[in-house]
């Protein structure tokens, strides 16, 4: 594997804006990510034997949704000085994580959920013993994309990917986050639970989104501590608003079913602190993850504006 990639902490002079900030255009630039990161989604799936679990792993890789994680870590990587397509394989890979954990996170023995981006569940569609294996499968392949399939990018680049791929998804991540929220259920659970709740079932693979593209690209220790305080503050920000969603949005428009939290008696951020409150908090969080990366600013348009869409997103 080739290595280094050129990035701004190579040179002593400060690079020039990868996008002027006064002429960011944040709706052409998510819709520029997000073609981009579905076109690479559909190339990294190929019907290959055994179709059937092809066909359900496409079925929800390509069902849509807003393709955040993936966009964060173009993102990321491009803050960091990182070019072309070098961290498409690992924005690819979280992606293909963030929905196996949706995949399994729908099964009757979890939330128990019928729709998903608009669509019948994985397990409505080829059966609980196929959706659990097409996450498996997903979740695998999510690992081969960074370790095979990531040409260019020095080996111990990929490593530390790799890394920062297993803490999102394993017991200090994804699934520690959701043990607790399933052990919570029904019971009335403090704002120090809630916040471990989301911080791993979300805020984990938010985090690794935005820190592996930057790994990928060689950023420093100061950026890398930069980017773990915006994490925590878009990750925490993004579950406040989703909870808020939940009560406030419509099936339809969310693409799942709305009103979930009530019916499973989840403890939510609106019923700890009212939805008023709920609000300020979120946007205190975006604030204070834009404010991490001040000292990078004319670099970081589409990182703020990400930031900001979290919190007036409607989906
Ligand atoms: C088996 C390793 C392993 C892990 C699975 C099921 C599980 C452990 C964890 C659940 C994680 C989960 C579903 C968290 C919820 C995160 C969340 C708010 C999802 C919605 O994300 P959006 O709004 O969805 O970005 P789209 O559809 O737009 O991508």
New binding site residues.
Partial sequence: MAAAVSTSQDTAEPAPPAVAPWAFDFAAYLEAARLRVEAALDGSLALERPESLSEAMRYSLL???????PILCLAAFELAGGEGDLALPTAVAL?M???????????PA??NDDL??GRPTNHKMFGEANAILA??AL?TRAFEMVALRSPGVSAERLLQVVGELSLA??AP???G???V?LESEGKSVDLETLEYIHLH??GA?LRACVISGALVAGADATLQAALHTYARGIGLA??II?DILDVTASSDV???TAGKDLTADKTTYPKLLGLEESRRRADGLVAEAKAALEPWRDRAAPLLALADYITS?D?
């Fill in positions: 069902a849509g949704g807003k393709r955040l994680r992606e994580i963030h929905t196996m954990s949706l995949i399994h996170d729908d099964l979890m939330d998903r981006r996450g498996d979740l998804s394993g991540g994804l699934v986050g959701q043990v929220d079932k979300t693979l993004f579950q989703d969310l693409g799942k997103r989906r």
